[in-house]
C-alpha cells in the first residue's frame, strides 16, 4: 500500500514537570514535533528531546506555539503579523540550533495548538508563518492541516509542506477539527483511532462526526503526545498499519 509518515508532538515537558511518554513513544513514529519554549517545554527538555531523536533516527520538527504556558498554548491570540513572524522564527531558530549542536538536523515545522486552528483559517497570519520558515530555513517542510491556508501559502512562498491528517481527532462535515471545546473533539476509542490512521493513509478519507465520508489529503498522519493513551494509540496504529502493508516513513 505504500508509506505515510506518523508525527508525535512531544518535548512537552517543563522544568519538573512531566508531560507524555516521549521515550517510548519515539519507537512507534517517523517525525517528531518538539516543543519551542513558548507553549511548553524548555532548553533542557529540548534537548534531551533531540538526543532521543537523533538515537532513534526519527525526523525532527520545530513545534513553534503561541506564548501560553499556562494555557498550554491552545487559547487563541491575537497577535500582529510581525509579532507572529518573530516569535516563531525565534522558537525555530532555537530548536535548529540544539539540532546542529547535537548532530540532527531540523526536517520541518508544525505550528502548534491555537496558532496551528487560527492559521489554517487565516491568511495573513499563514503568510507569517511561511515567511519566518523560508527565513530560518528554505529546505524546511512546514506541516499543516489538510486543506488549510497554512498549506497554500507555503506552496505560494516556494517552501515544501506536507498536508496534516489526525488519527486521534474528530472532523466536521468542512474538513476542519471538531474544536476542543466540544465533547466529541477527541477520538477516544484505541481501535477507532487505528481504523481511522488506517483509512486515512489508504484511501485519503474520513467520517466526520455526523456520519459523512469526506476526503482529506494526508501526507502526515498525527498523534499527540500529551493524549493519555498516546502509547496505546501510536501501538495500535503502527500495528494496524503493518497488517495492512503500510510502511511508517519520513517525508524525505
Not at 515537558?13 to 514535533?33: I, T
Not at 491555537?114 to 489554517?120: G, H, I, K, P, V
Not at 491556508?149 to 517552501?159: K, P, S, T, V, Y
Not at 498536508?163 to 474538513?175: H, I, P
Request: glycine share 10%; net charge negative.
Amino acid at each position: 500500500m505504500g508509506s505515510i509518515d506518523l508525527n508525535c508532538d512531544m518535548g512537552e515537558s517543563f522544568g519538573s514537570w512531566s508531560m507524555g511518554p516521549d521515550a517510548e513513544l519515539m519507537r512507534y513514529v517517523s517525525s517528531v514535533n518538539i516543543a519551542c519554549g513558548f507553549h511548553a517545554g524548555d532548553a533542557g527538555t529540548m534537548r534531551t528531546t533531540v538526543e532521543l531523536a537523533v538515537a532513534n533516527r526519527v525526523a525532527i520538527g520545530a513545534h513553534p506555539g503561541y506564548p501560553d504556558l499556562q494555557g498550554f498554548g491552545r487559547r487563541n491570540m491575537s497577535m500582529a503579523p510581525q509579532e507572529l513572524h518573530d516569535a516563531v522564527l525565534y522558537q525555530i531558530s532555537a530548536l535548529k540550533g540544539i539540532c546542529e549542536a547535537y548532530g540532527g538536523r531540523l526536517n520541518h515545522v508544525k505550528p502548534h495548538g491555537a496558532m496551528y486552528n487560527q492559521a489554517a483559517a487565516n491568511r495573513e497570519m499563514s503568510q507569517a508563518i511561511a515567511e519566518a520558515v523560508l527565513r530560518a530555513d528554505p529546505s524546511l517542510i512546514v506541516y499543516g492541516l489538510s486543506g488549510s491556508a497554512l498549506i497554500e501559502e507555503a506552496d505560494r512562498a516556494g517552501l515544501r509542506s506536507a498536508s496534516e491528517a489526525f488519527a486521534d481527532r474528530t472532523y466536521r462535515n468542512d474538513g476542519s477539527l471538531t474544536p476542543r471545546s466540544e465533547p466529541d473533539a477527541l477520538v477516544a476509542d484505541v481501535a477507532a483511532a487505528a481504523a481511522q490512521a488506517v483509512s486515512l493513509a489508504r484511501s485519503g478519507t474520513v467520517l466526520t462526526i455526523d456520519g459523512a465520508a469526506i476526503s482529506v489529503k494526508a501526507d502526515t498522519i498525527c498523534i499527540h503526545g500529551d493524549g493519555a493513551n498516546a502509547l496505546e494509540f501510536a501501538a495500535a496504529i503502527s500495528a494496524a498499519f503493518a497488517e495492512n502493508g503500510i510502511d511508517i516513513r519520513s517525508i524525505p
